[in-house]
């Protein structure tokens, strides 16, 4: 089924052509088509072109309302103030419209214009280690974009940038080469708790003998090189830290209800047969100079606090790699092997120089041509109820298993209190459902940018700016239509529309509108702030309007089918978010 045309596009374009009639010396003038609190919609366009033209503007705006043809979707038009237009949609235009979407599975969303190939970076847990609460915001911010990019037709690759290399690697693989059982198990064999377990339980064995013995450490260091030569019986050893660490990653990601593949997993590690020839590139073409041994890009923006140039340390002066030399192999493979147009990176705000410098590199290099484009996605820290950064009582990093097990216990309860007909069964799914979805909602619907308070009383409340309000008012619905039995949704274009029916109608057109910008600008709290206000309209709608009592039989159908139309948009965008619509609260 072809796109549907909003009704803001079509209204736009009868403005346009009107403008365009009645002064044909303004040429193709934007009416600057809005929303309003005074009319469906305001145009404001022509204050700009009584200027232009010298003009009195309510003058003008007048002619353009007597070029404009009487038609089928413009009910009223006035003149107002210093030469806005007010303009009233007809009921039929509204609910035709809605119609046409209702008859397309995608809800008439128009695939993107110049679709391309975007490998997105994120969730990026490190080997061996387990992960904390700043590895929530990558992880849910990446998979929401993901989803919303796949929607509008993007080809996405996901890559998960796992740190599995490292010095530290040394350490624990010269351990588990003196204590050679200690991993001597299948992955099927034990879960994620009990693999972070194993983990951790190496890491501080292994530290103490590093730091009691000074034989232990010197093997460790000897280690370290052995990996990074590509020693067979040491990356055998290294594989298994890989191994028991991905049983723990997708442990929690699953908890995340995110999904999580091997392919998708391409670590620091798959870049290392690249990085002497990514150095040797960057040295040869000149990007990149000596500098007391050491690799550099300079940058004549990028100034220390004593006014010298800082620079981007490709390698080191003791022959080892930086990040850098890493990302930057990252890119080559992404545009070269993985035919990117769009790199698109979910990291720390607090890493944005890094990045502009990599960006840079590369675009010196040749690497990142016309054709594609790096974006940092870069996102804000999860703050505790005091404005700091969120730590446990003791002044540790909060582990992200602890906090949405918090979540979901704190859903379950809301859920447990307002049930009616739900098995303890049914209680826990919706629990884990809420509380996920919860935590997830809390973080999309702040601006990826900046910092946010984890306040789990609010997040899981049945009021206000929530996913559980969200999820509330779809289960409703659900509700409605059980109950409405035989009877099912019907639009019926020849029905007037009471105020509230209106305002819902049209923020349910503007749902193609909303994704196309979420998509083009990667801002996911934008498509979580439509879900809000749209779930708020259907309040006031249900509160308003009678559904299943409504005057006519065709009234209930045309109500019906405006709740069939709201829950299918709700389930829709909630899904994009990675957040489930439970059909029962």
């Known amino acids: 089924m072809a796109p549907v045309t909003s009704l803001a596009s079509t209204v736009d374009q009868r403005i346009a052509d009107a403008l365009s009639a009645a002064l044909p010396e303004a040429g193709s003038a934007d009416p600057l088509l809005r929303r309003s609190d005074r009319a469906d919609f305001q145009a404001n366009g022509i204050l700009a072109l009584a200027k232009k033209l010298k003009g009195n503007p309510r003058e003008l705006a007048g002619q353009v309302v007597a070029a404009l043809a009487a038609n089928d ?5 006035e003149v107002s103030g210093p030469g806005f237009l007010n303009i009233t949609l007809t009921d039929r235009a509204i609910t035709e419209t809605l119609a046409a979407r209702a008859a397309d599975d995608r809800l008439g969303v128009p695939f993107a214009a110049h679709p391309g190939t975007t490998v997105i970076d994120y969730a990026q847990p490190n080997v061996a280690k387990e992960m904390h609460v700043g590895h929530l915001r990558s992880a849910v911010i990446g998979a929401a974009m993901v989803e919303i990019l796949e929607f509008t037709g993007e080809k996405v690759v996901r890559r998960h940038h796992i740190g599995d290399w490292g010095t530290q690697f040394g350490m624990l693989i010269q351990y588990l080469t003196e204590h050679p059982h200690e991993l001597d198990h299948r992955a099927g064999d034990i879960d994620g708790e009990t693999a972070m377990s194993n983990l951790n339980r ?29 020693d067979k019986e040491t990356l055998a050893l290294w594989q298994k830290f890989v191994d028991e660490s991905k049983i723990y990653f997708y442990s929690v990601f699953d908890k995340l209800d995110m999904e999580i593949h091997d392919p998708d997993v391409v670590g620091e590690s798959g870049y290392n ?49 930086g990040y850098a030399a890493t990302d930057l192999s990252a890119i080559r493979d992404r545009v070269t092997r993985l035919d990117a147009t769009t790199l698109l990176y979910v990291v720390d705000a607090r890493q944005s120089l890094h990045f502009k410098m990599v960006f840079e590199t590369a675009r010196r290099a ?30 540790e990093t909060v582990r992200l298993e602890d906090l949405l097990d918090e979540a979901v216990e704190r859903a379950t309860a809301v859920v447990r209190e307002k049930a009616r007909d739900l098995t303890e069964q049914e209680i826990a799914e919706r629990g884990e459902q809420v509380g996920i979805g919860a935590v997830k909602y809390a973080d999309l619907s702040t601006s990826a940018v900046r910092d946010y308070k984890f306040d789990l009383d609010q997040m899981v409340s049945l009021h206000g700016d929530t996913s559980v309000y969200i999820q509330y008012a779809y289960a409703r619905i659900q509700s409605i239509v059980r109950k409405a039995g035989d009877v099912g949704p019907a639009a019926h274009a020849e029905l007037e529309l009471a105020p509230a029916e209106r305002a819902l109608g049209l923020h349910l057109d503007q749902f193609g509108e909303v994704l196309t910008e979420v998509a083009t600008a990667y801002e996911p709290h934008k498509l979580a702030a439509y879900l809000y206000q749209l779930a708020s309209l259907f309040t006031t709608f249900y509160d308003q309007c009678p559904v299943l009592k409504a005057e006519s039989p065709a009234l209930v159908e045309n109500r019906l089918f405006l709740c069939d139309l709201t829950a299918r948009t709700l389930q829709q965008g909630l899904t994009l978010l990675g957040i489930r619509s439970p059909e029962r609260l």
């Open 73 to 77: 979707v413009i009910k009223e038009i």
């Open 202 to 230: 190496l890491y501080k064995a292994s530290r103490a003998l590093f730091d009691s013995d000074e034989e232990f450490k010197a093997r460790s260091r000897d280690r370290v090189v052995a990996l990074q030569a590509g």
């Open 273 to 321: 047969d690249m990085l002497e020839d990514t150095c040797r590139t960057l040295e040869e073409s000149g990007v990149a100079v000596r500098s007391e041994g050491a690799l550099c890009v300079f940058f004549d923006d990028v100034l220390g606090p004593d006014g010298n140039q800082v620079p981007l340390i490709v390698k080191k002066s003791n022959g080892g790699y």
């Open 366 to 395: 040749g690497w990142l041509g016309e054709g594609t484009k790096a974006v940092q996605l870069a996102f804000g820290t999860v703050l505790g109820k005091d404005g700091k950064p969120f730590k446990t009582r003791e002044g």
